[in-house]
């Protein structure tokens, strides 16, 4: 069974530039969610899509923003990047909501921003 | 709000010596518990969880058990590897949601 897929896994931008990342879940799974890892802050919430809808946001800027499509994939975008944003981005995807109590999350290897 | 502390690293070991990893929560609801690792260039890999209070989650060797008495839920794992090299981190959620809260990570190395 595929895992999660992200890409691109590495990417440089400049600052006042955007960027789209892409996630494909694990089939059969209808929620994606996204997070951000940093050395400073950690691992955080960035927001969680659930059948094409956002279900949970994190404490982020509305410069980060994401969707869902239909066959699950999901992308997350970021326009007018700054110096901070440099991270990894990890994508998560579950069976939470599908009547699953736990609803463990399994996550992609990331997609590493380099802001420059 | 919800957070999760977990004891600073980096922890040096030698192979087959004891390992534990302290993590506490503070929580408003009943959330289930997690350990994640994270091996160097990877992503997350779910390593063990625990849904309710006195679960006890175990894994490749790996063990923790949900305290409510004392907010805890600490890794141990009796003889590491070398290979068990890697950070690892503790999170909690509630039921069907997909928001974790994670804690700072610590960094296991593990040397022969």
């Known amino acids: 069974k595929a895992g999660v897929t992200q890409t691109p896994r590495y990417l440089i931008k400049t600052r006042g530039q955007q960027v789209t990342l892409s996630c494909s879940p694990i089939s059969g799974h209808r929620s994606v969610s996204w997070y951000q890892q940093t050395p400073g802050q950690g691992l955080q919430f960035l927001f969680e899509y659930f059948s094409e809808t956002q279900r949970n946001k994190g404490n982020f800027p509305g410069r980060f923003s994401g969707r869902q499509f239909s066959n699950s994939r999901s992308e997350m975008n970021v326009s007018t990047l700054e110096l901070g944003d440099s991270a990894l981005y990890l994508c998560?995807?579950?069976?939470?909501?599908?009547?699953?109590?736990?609803?463990?999350?399994?996550f992609g290897e990331g997609s590493r921003l380099t802001v420059l | 709000g919800d957070s999760v502390t977990q004891m600073e690293g980096p922890v040096t070991l030698s192979e087959e010596a004891f390992l534990t990893i302290n993590c506490t929560y503070t929580a408003t609801g009943y959330p289930s518990l997690f350990w994640y690792v994270q091996y160097p260039g990877e992503g997350l890999q779910l390593l063990l969880k625990?849904?309710?209070?006195?679960d006890k989650g175990s894994n490749k060797g790996f063990e923790a058990t949900y305290r409510k008495e004392t907010t805890s839920f600490h890794l141990e794992k009796g003889s590491v590897q070398v290979s068990d090299s890697a950070v690892y981190f503790c999170?909690?959620?509630?039921?069907?949601?997909?928001?974790?809260?994670f804690g700072t990570g610590t960094r296991l190395q593990v040397t022969l």
């Open positions: 999170a909690l959620k509630y039921g069907t949601a997909s928001k974790l809260t």
């Open positions: 998560a995807s579950s069976i939470a909501g599908q009547g699953h109590l736990t609803g463990e999350l399994f």
């Open positions: 625990a849904t309710k209070a006195d």
